[in-house]
């Protein structure tokens, strides 16, 4: 089995993506760059977590930060997203596979009622 390195880019993609608000964000920040007190205010907790949350999302690589004076407006950055599509593309191919096998099979089971 190959070794994978600690803590590579999929492992913080991941990471960041197995909490329900961090995904929250990334869906709100779908619509376009938004300034963090606009994403805070969405979520009921304090701002400093919020940003701690924009933080692990911005390690990861999933958004960007661009400041606008004294604000720092938060974007979806895709490219992360899609390096994880491709490496997910196999087994969704796997799957297909399967469920194609199954569906034969029910069908000739069908087929002999």
């Known amino acids: 089995m190959p070794h994978r390195a600690?803590?590579?880019?999929?492992?913080?993609?991941?990471a960041a993506l197995a909490n329900p608000t961090r995904r929250d964000v990334?869906?709100?920040?779908?619509d376009g760059p938004r300034p963090v007190q606009d994403i805070a205010e969405r979520f009921d907790m304090a701002r400093?977590?919020?940003?701690?949350?924009?933080?692990?999302?911005?390690?990861?690589?999933l958004v960007t930060e661009?400041?606008?004076?004294?604000?720092?407006h938060y974007a979806?950055?895709?490219?992360?997203l899609r390096d994880l599509q491709r490496w997910l593309s196999p087994y969704?191919?796997?799957w297909r596979g399967k469920l194609g096998d199954l569906?034969?099979?029910l069908d000739t089971q069908e087929e002999q009622s």
């Open 6 to 14: 600690k803590s590579s880019p999929a492992d913080r993609v991941f």
């Open 26 to 30: 990334l869906d709100l920040l779908l």
């Open 48 to 61: 400093p977590s919020v940003s701690e949350h924009l933080k692990v999302l911005r390690d990861a690589g």
């Open 66 to 72: 661009t400041r606008h004076g004294r604000q720092r």
């Open 76 to 80: 979806v950055q895709p490219e992360p």
């Open 92 to 94: 969704e191919r796997f």
């Open 103 to 105: 569906r034969e099979f």
